[in-house]
């Protein structure tokens, strides 16, 4: 378990519920993992991956970090990008990759497709947030397809790498 002070901070002031954080802390604990979205849970990533990425879409979240990058990403919840081209910042592989991000939660929102779709050139293991929204499913399905395992709003994805 990470030092409880970290792990309690997660779970008071992010968006996953403390199952959720427990089950993904146990499995990418000493692991690389690419993250979509900084947040309040944040530390408690990088406190227990041996190298994380985090990747933010919103200025106002985002940390002026060497382990953080600011992206302008296209697309809205609810329509489709056709131009999907993994950025060049985010070249590198992962043993795991967290979408928690962008927001995504209104039509008018910056929706998750193009990470989602990253996510199959990143790792081999892709856990997506929010899974119980309809968008969420709708782009796991074209590019992942059925999840492994669906825990709360959790779905978790085993990707061979494109």
Request: hydrophobic residues 40%; negative net charge; glycine residues 8%.
């Amino acid at each position: 378990m990470p030092h409880k002070n970290t792990f309690d901070r997660a779970v008071l002031g992010g968006l996953m519920s403390e199952g959720e954080y427990e089950l993904v802390a146990e499995r990418v604990r000493g692991s690389s993992m690419i993250v979509f979205g900084l947040g309040n849970d944040s530390d408690l990533w990088r406190e227990i991956c041996s190298s994380v990425l985090f990747v933010e879409t919103d200025p106002k979240w985002f940390q002026e970090s060497e382990d953080s990058v600011l992206l302008e990403i296209d697309g809205k919840v609810d329509q489709w990008v056709d131009e999907v081209c993994v950025h060049e910042g985010i070249a590198a592989k992962f043993d795991y990759c967290l979408i928690d991000g962008p927001k995504g939660d209104s039509p008018e929102a910056t929706g998750r497709q193009l990470p989602i779709y990253w996510s199959t050139f990143l790792a081999p293991i892709i856990l997506v947030h929010d899974f119980d929204r309809a968008w969420e499913r709708e782009c796991c399905s074209r590019y992942l397809g059925e999840p492994d395992e669906v825990f709360d709003r959790l779905a978790i994805f085993s990707n061979n790498l494109r």
